[in-house]
């Protein structure tokens, strides 16, 4: 099985930045894309950025220009550099492995941005 544990978020002034972690462990499946997406309460889970298993970047929306994700598969963690963060960007931060025949999810980390 495999367990994903995110970590570093918490509360910022608007402005600010974050850098949030995402840890894989268990049974380590092959390497494959990851993803960090934001909920919001009542809200459905929204991609933020996504990493190929190469280590291609794409990112959604007002992430763009913002937003750094990168991976370091010796260490089987993912990251997510948050710039410039806006109250907007407030929410909770899933990280996500898609697997082969299922996809992973971790527990979320809170991101609250302030005005």
């Known amino acids: 099985q495999v367990q994903l544990v995110e970590s570093g978020g918490g509360l910022v002034q608007a402005g600010g930045s974050l850098k949030l972690s995402c840890v894989e462990s268990?049974?380590?499946?092959?390497?494959?894309?990851m993803a960090w997406y934001r909920q919001i309460p009542g809200k459905q889970r929204d991609l933020v950025a996504v990493?190929?298993?190469?280590?291609?970047?794409t990112y959604i929306g007002s992430a763009e220009g913002r937003f750094t994700i990168s991976r370091d598969d010796a260490k089987n963690t993912v990251y997510l550099q948050m710039n410039s963060l806006k109250p907007e960007d407030t929410g909770v931060y899933y990280c996500?492995?898609?697997?082969?025949?299922?996809?992973?999810w971790g527990q979320g980390t809170q991101v609250t941005v302030s005005s």
């Open positions: 996500k492995k898609f697997g082969v025949t299922q996809d992973y």
């Open positions: 268990g049974r380590i499946a092959s390497i494959t894309a």
């Open positions: 990493i190929t298993s190469s280590g291609t970047p």
